[in-house]
């Protein structure tokens, strides 16, 4: 039995960050499947583990980790196994950078796309009554509207259309840096591409105009390389919902 | 290692960044430039995409043998890998997540908030009085064009009262949380860190703007007082080239598009 139990949702995003980190690391841990859509990460059983109410969360011994980046450097420097950060200051530098443009700038913008015609759509078919509770009990301010947006749909044309225009110049610096390094920021398999590939895996299927071997060919070796690891296939046993599995699994199996 | 800093006034980034160094012992090339009229993008300043799209918005670049980097927080963890005796970093792995969870707060949360008032403050009146065919040829090379309309928007002074209200509560929170953290300690890791630093550059000049969120906090203000009185601190200070140096802002982090 593992003293490290990992609450999360579908093994992609940000609760596939620390997930994927721990299994690199070969790092035994309890799995806790937390389900998003019924909004079980607001209900008091988990508030009272991740009081901030937010997906992952890791408890080590008596320790709350949440906060997906910051837990991956943990799991990085807390635990032994191959090491997933490169060794020279600059190209650390550089893989924190990264996780950083991602988890505010380019990530966003994915979700905003997947969720207004993805997910949303999905939730909303609720109850309305039950969805305006689970709103209300969720306990940070700024998840609140985040949730709201998400689920009534409120994204503006204008925000989707700025979202499309980052997700298509995040292709063109993706893949420009990954022509300058083999992976994300260094030449080396760090957190930096586990953060990348847990957002980015679907777009060579949702987008095959702009990501192809054609377009964008660091983009494709780099994504098949990331996806041929075994320790991505074995973070999608975890995986519950059909859809977002159907979604990986055809890339894991080319790519091995 | 050839280290050359890129910085504005010492309020915010710029002043996290130079203290940052001050504490690791390291030497830099100093190379002052005015953040408020987009320096940043002008001739001669090495830059590359992590530059021109640092989520920071505008903030110092530290060039280290010839590589550009951005992002304070980063240049801080970079600062503290190239001298590990710096105690920038705590060395505990839970320590360090703590810190890191923090500063991501500061500069999520409270850094756009922040920016946002010290702009519409003290930028906007810079950059109003500047004629629109020079603006536009100072901000034309940004690359970025969200962070480019962001420029425009506070030289047009827009700021509405819901974002002004939600910059303000992030503002009081701010002071709330570090009044709640000191309760036990001097700083806000037990030990000093980089976390200090942070939160002091973007906390400390909204002090001009927002006293009221400073009233009947003591801890806040001791610890104000006990970063400001660091050697490295007073040393970024001194690197003040206007009469107000704390009013040195240019456009920032953006407000989170999801809320």
């Known amino acids: 039995m593992s003293d490290i139990t990992l609450y999360h949702w579908e093994p992609n995003a940000n609760s596939g960050k620390p997930m994927l980190a721990l299994v690199e690391k070969g790092v035994p841990f309890n799995s806790h499947y937390i389900d998003l859509l019924a909004f079980d990460q607001h209900k008091p059983d988990y508030l009272a583990i991740n009081p901030m109410g937010t997906i992952p969360a890791m408890t080590h011994g008596d320790r709350l980790l949440n906060e997906s980046t910051a837990m991956m450097e943990y799991v990085e420097e807390a635990f032994g196994g191959p090491s997933l950060m490169p060794a020279d200051p600059v190209d650390r530098w550089r893989v924190r950078w990264w996780m950083k443009f991602l988890d505010q700038w380019l990530c966003p913008s994915f979700s905003m796309i997947g969720w207004s015609i993805f997910i949303g759509p999905q939730v909303r078919a609720r109850d309305p009554e039950e969805l305006k509770a689970a709103i209300d009990r969720i306990p940070l301010p700024e998840r609140r509207v985040a949730w709201r947006k998400a689920i009534y749909g409120l994204f503006s044309e204008e925000e989707l259309a700025e979202s499309r225009r980052r997700v298509d110049l995040g292709i063109g610096m993706l893949e420009e840096a990954l022509g300058r390094h083999e992976y994300l920021g260094s030449d080396q398999y760090s957190l930096a591409d586990i953060n990348c590939f847990n957002s980015a895996y679907g777009l060579p299927s949702s987008q095959p105009e702009d990501v192809n071997d054609e377009k964008t060919p660091n983009i494709m070796r780099w994504v098949r390389s990331v996806a041929r690891r075994p320790a991505v296939r074995q973070t999608w046993t975890y995986s519950r919902v059909p859809r977002f599995a159907e979604r990986i699994m055809p890339l894991i199996e080319e790519a091995a | ?259």
């Open chain 2, 1 to 259: 290692m050839a280290l050359t800093l890129y910085h504005g006034e010492p309020a915010g980034p710029s002043l996290t960044v130079l203290a940052a160094l001050f504490e690791s012992g390291m030497t830099a090339e100093l190379v002052p430039f005015d953040l408020s009229l987009a320096q940043r993008h002008g001739a001669g300043v090495p830059r590359d995409f992590e530059i021109d799209y640092s989520v920071e918005g505008e903030g110092p670049i530290l060039v280290v043998d010839g590589e550009p980097t951005a992002d304070s927080v980063f240049i801080g963890c970079l600062l503290d890998d190239l001298a590990p005796e710096s105690g920038l970093l705590p060395r505990d792995p839970y320590a360090r997540w703590e810190m890191m969870a923090w500063c991501r707060w500061i500069i999520e949360r409270l850094a756009p908030g922040a920016a946002a008032l010290a702009n519409i403050a003290w930028t906007t009146p810079r950059l109003a009085a500047i004629d629109d065919a020079a603006f536009e040829a100072m901000i034309a090379p940004i690359a970025a064009d969200d962070l480019r309309e962001r420029w425009a928007q506070t030289r047009r002074g827009i700021l509405s009262d819901d974002h002004r209200a939600a910059s303000e509560a992030r503002v009081r929170e701010a002071t709330d949380k570090v009044e709640a953290r000191l309760a036990e300690r001097d700083w806000l890791m037990g030990d000093f860190s980089l976390a200090d630093l942070e939160s002091y550059a973007w906390i400390a000049p909204m002090r001009d703007l927002l006293p009221d969120a400073f009233a009947d906090k003591p801890r806040l203000a001791a610890w104000l007082a006990r970063v400001e009185a660091r050697p490295s601190v007073q040393r970024a200070l001194a690197q003040g080239r206007t009469a107000e140096p704390a009013h040195g802002f240019a456009p920032g982090p953006e407000i989170n598009r999801w809320g």
